[in-house]
């Protein structure tokens, strides 16, 4: 694996991004816009997903680095699982729900697959050199 430098280098982070952008977008659909609680939620969720990436990292400790990212996990479950109540409620379109819930659902393996790679690495961050 290559030498991350800053978490802006890091694939989870980026599509947690785009995920989030999504998101906020689907939200800004008047139907969806209304549900104030919904639309808090399902966005904070999708950041949260994303910034916990980013904290974690510049924390500069493996083992709080893994903790974060196991937040970032949880906050992509979160998603997708509000992503069934946007769909429900018909704020979004069958094929919005699946392409955001593949992007939460690609999201929520990357950074599983981070934490196993972090987990039986040797790397222990920078803040332990």
Not at 25 to 50: H, N, V
Not at 51 to 60: L, M, P, S, V
Not at 84 to 97: C, G, K, P, T
């Amino acid at each position: 694996m290559a030498t991350i430098s800053r978490f802006e280098d890091i694939v989870a982070w980026q599509k947690a991004r785009v995920l989030c952008k999504l998101i906020n977008g689907y939200t800004l659909k008047e139907l969806f816009s209304r549900d104030f609680k919904l639309t808090g939620q399902i966005k904070g969720s999708s950041g949260s997903a994303m910034d916990n990436i980013a904290e974690g990292f510049e924390r500069g400790g493996n083992k709080e680095f893994i903790q974060f990212l196991f937040v970032s996990k949880g906050s992509a479950g979160e998603t997708r699982s509000q992503l069934y109540r946007a769909l429900d409620n018909n704020y979004i379109s069958e094929d919005e729900f699946k392409e955001a819930h593949q992007m939460a659902e690609q999201v929520s393996k990357l950074v599983g697959g981070f934490i196993n790679h972090l987990k039986s690495s040797d790397i222990k961050g920078t803040e332990y050199k």
